[in-house]
Nanobody, 124 residues
């Protein structure tokens, strides 16, 4: 019943920018974590950026190679998360996935959900 849908991928030249968007839909009690992950050919999925909402604070984590270039943000009212990607490099080429940890009821432990992925290609 819970779905994550990404958009905004495409082909861009090195040094260019893209903005990825992800929307969570369905019935749920809370979204604790929303983030972006990417998968290179022949590699495992890895973290790009993650935004966690604790009861006392927020926490944002970036993979080292994207720090200063990528920015994650959330619109909680719309159940959306964004990834602004600037100064893109050919090595950023990958399938990018939206991920979220969602509790569907107040009594259940939150579990992970994934979007279908969106392709980002950065040319030299």
């Amino acid at each position: 019943q819970v779905q994550l849908v990404e958009s905004g991928g495409g082909l861009v030249q090195a040094g260019g920018s893209l903005r990825l968007s992800c929307t969570a839909s369905g019935t749920f009690f809370s979204i604790n974590v929303m983030g972006w992950y990417r998968q290179f050919p022949g590699k495992q999925r890895e973290l790009v950026a993650e935004f966690t909402r604790w009861y006392y604070t927020n926490d944002i984590v970036y993979e080292d190679s994207v720090k200063g270039r990528f920015t994650i943000s959330r619109d909680n009212a719309k159940n959306m998360v964004y990834l602004q990607m600037n100064s893109l490099k050919p090595e950023d080429t990958a399938v990018y996935y939206c991920g979220a940890k969602i509790a569907t009821t107040r009594w259940q432990q939150a579990i992970n959900y994934w979007g279908q992925g969106t392709q980002v290609i950065v040319s030299s």
